[in-house]
């Protein structure tokens, strides 16, 4: 099954998109900087935000590592941002590769790519 989601305006599509899809008790997780309306988003679903820190030292990428050990049944969509906001961090082709391959794992897991949701 294909799931399409159209908007016509960004922000309602920050909004409605995660409502389209999420349940309750399901899981959006977030790396962290992150645009400060994420979590919220993922509140208003009935959804749990679930935090995952990246550092400087890795120019606020998140590593494949540190998503592979926050995933569970419970996970529903992956906030990627390349570039991200609010960091301007963009993330090298070897690790979306290696996310990729991660995500495969988790058939039931969404990937928002857009910088906005």
Same mark, same amino acid.
């Given at each position: 099954? #294909?799931?399409? @989601?159209?908007?016509?305006?960004?922000?309602?599509?920050?909004?409605?998109?995660?409502?389209?899809?999420?349940?309750? $008790?399901?899981? %959006?997780?977030? /790396?962290?900087? @992150?645009?400060?309306?994420?979590?919220? +988003?993922? &509140?208003?679903?009935?959804?749990? /935000?679930?935090?995952?820190?990246?550092? +400087?030292?890795?120019? @606020?990428?998140? #590593?494949?590592?540190?998503?592979?050990?926050?995933?569970?049944? #419970?996970? &529903?969509?992956?906030?990627?941002?390349? /570039?991200?906001?609010?960091? $301007?961090?963009?993330?090298? &082709?070897?690790?979306?590769?290696?996310?990729?391959?991660?995500?495969? #794992?988790? /058939?039931?897991?969404? %990937?928002?790519?857009?910088?906005?949701?």
């Amino acid at each position: 099954m #294909k799931l399409v @989601f159209v908007s016509v305006h960004l922000p309602s599509k920050q909004e409605e998109a995660p409502l389209t899809v999420l349940m309750c $008790g399901q899981q %959006v997780i977030v /790396p962290s900087p @992150f645009w400060v309306s994420y979590p919220e +988003i993922a &509140r208003l679903a009935d959804a749990t /935000p679930v935090i995952v820190q990246t550092s +400087i030292t890795d120019n @606020f990428i998140l #590593k494949p590592e540190s998503l592979s050990a926050v995933l569970n049944e #419970k996970s &529903r969509v992956l906030i990627l941002c390349s /570039p991200s906001n609010p960091t $301007g961090a963009v993330y090298p &082709r070897k690790t979306l590769e290696a996310i990729a391959a991660i995500v495969a #794992k988790h /058939p039931r897991l969404l %990937v928002s790519l857009s910088p906005l949701l």
